[in-house]
T-cell receptor, first 117, second 112 residues
């Protein structure tokens, strides 16, 4: 079974600085997607960024980028120029891209990010 | 754009009561999902519907039933609520199994 581990229950960063959130996963598959979701206090789950395992280039979305290390099964999220609005719970998630189990997103337990002014 | 709409947003039930959580999406997505979120547990899949007319169990289906009423709507029913079902419930949809999932705003359910 696939598992996703976020080893940092909480992180904090100063406004305008950079922070990296860690995520590791365990799978024997080679074709899968990885995601970072943001959950602000409003509870809404918002997709931040996604990475397809077959793509070697790290995904980037504006101030958000990932460091995808497939061999190490690591998928960290870097937030540059942190803003107060980035404060939220961040979830790493995995989804198999083939077979009958590809509908299921497997989530980590989340990292609560605080942004200090 | 409404996206994925869940009702109600909050609900308090007594143990043994039944209720149905409603979910509707207006994005013409084929696949829909129900997750629950518990403190320190992340989100866990309860049931999903790959396409209209099909439903399948997820990770934690016990105590729940679902109905894919049509392409737009996917409801989750608790027949006899238990305190262990106190949680935040999220409905989500995606165009297909390869596409990203869009989430509703969640329903906070408390069973006393």
């Amino acid at each position: 079974a696939q598992t996703v581990t976020q080893s940092q229950p909480e992180m904090s960063v100063q406004e305008a600085e950079t922070v990296t959130l860690s995520c590791t996963y365990d799978t024997s598959e080679s074709d899968y997607y990885l995601f970072w979701y943001k959950q602000p206090p409003s509870r809404q789950m918002i997709l931040v960024i996604r990475q397809e395992a077959y793509k070697q280039q790290n995904a980037t979305e504006n101030r958000f980028s990932v460091n995808f290390q497939k061999a190490a099964k690591s998928f960290s999220l870097k937030i540059s120029d942190s803003q107060l609005g980035d404060a939220a719970m961040y979830f790493c998630a995995y989804r198999l891209n083939s077979g009958g189990s590809n509908y299921k997103l497997t989530f980590g337990k989340g990292t609560l990010l605080t942004v200090n002014p | 754009n409404a996206g994925v709409t869940q009702t109600p947003k909050f609900q308090v039930l007594k143990t043994g009561q039944s209720m149905t959580l409603q979910c509707a999406q207006d994005m013409n997505h084929n696949s829909m999902y129900w997750y629950r979120q518990d403190p320190g547990m992340g989100l866990r899949l309860i049931y999903y519907s790959a396409s209209e007319g099909t439903t399948d169990k997820g990770e934690v289906p016990n105590g729940y039933n679902v109905s894919r009423l049509n392409k737009r709507e996917f409801s989750l029913r608790l027949e006899s609520a238990a305190p262990s079902q106190t949680s935040v419930y999220f409905c989500a949809s995606s165009e297909n199994q390869f596409a990203e999932a869009f989430f509703g705003q969640g329903t906070r359910l408390t069973v006393v």
